[in-house]
Nanobody
C-alpha cells in the first residue's frame, strides 16, 4: 500500500520561504514521477511542479517558475518543494502525488496516490 505524507507547511510572511517534504512508503518510489499540486478554497486543484523518476527533468507552472524548486532523494523516498519569494496568492493546501508512470503530466488525473495535504498560508 502506497502512502504519502506531506510536511513543512505553515504561516509565512510574503517574501519568505518554506520547504515542503513528501515521504513515500510502499511501492517502488524511484520508478515513478512525482508531482506537487495545490488547492485554494473554492478553487480546483492546480498543478505546481513535477519531477521525473530520476530527477533529471522538472516542470513548473508559470505562476511558480523561478520561485519554486522541486527535487527528490530516491534513497530517502522523499520529494521536496522549496518555495521562495512566497506571495499571498500561493496560499493553499499543497498535495504531493505519485504518477502512473516515469515522467508524469500536469494533470491531477495522472496521479494515483495522494498525501493528506499540508497548509501553506502567506500573509501580506
Amino acid at each position: 500500500q502506497v502512502q504519502l505524507v506531506e510536511s513543512g507547511g505553515g504561516l509565512v510572511q510574503a517574501g519568505g520561504s518554506l520547504r515542503l517534504s513528501c515521504a513515500a512508503s510502499g511501492g517502488t518510489f524511484s520508478s515513478y514521477a512525482m508531482g506537487w499540486f495545490r488547492q485554494a478554497p473554492g478553487k480546483a486543484r492546480e498543478f505546481v511542479a513535477r519531477i521525473s523518476k530520476t530527477g533529471s527533468s522538472t516542470y513548473y507552472s508559470d505562476s511558480v517558475k523561478g520561485r519554486f524548486t522541486v527535487s527528490r532523494d530516491n534513497a530517502k523516498n522523499t520529494v521536496y518543494l522549496q518555495m521562495d519569494s512566497l506571495k499571498p496568492e500561493d496560499t493553499a493546501v499543497y498535495y504531493c502525488g505519485r504518477s502512473r508512470g516515469s515522467r508524469g503530466t500536469n494533470y491531477a488525473t495522472e496521479y494515483l496516490y495522494w498525501g493528506q495535504g499540508t497548509q501553506v498560508t502567506v500573509s501580506s
